[in-house]
């Protein structure tokens, strides 16, 4: 436990900030396995829907700074490539 008080509050801000990314973190992974569910069904208008809301939260990751730039732009481009490929 820390004794001082901007250790302490360190603590507790780190807590805040952990809490706050694994959030955006979960969010972007499920969104992100929303899609691949709805091409594995091959359904052409859930994909599509599913995928503006996988790149919303892809970009707003990204903007938090909890995904970095490479993966951002390798997911939306695989999950576009996905829904793409559905006939």
Request: no cysteine.
């Amino acid at each position: 436990m820390p004794n001082m008080k901007n250790a302490k509050k360190a603590v507790i801000t780190t807590a805040k900030r952990k809490e706050s990314n694994n959030n955006f973190k979960a969010s972007m992974k499920t969104a992100i396995k929303n899609v691949e569910r709805a091409v594995l069904s091959k359904d052409k208008e859930k994909a599509n829907e599913a995928l503006k809301v996988a790149i919303k939260r892809i970009d707003k990751a990204a903007a938090k700074g909890v995904a970095q730039k490479n993966f951002v732009a390798r997911n939306k481009s695989r999950l576009t490539k996905k829904v793409n490929e559905i006939q």
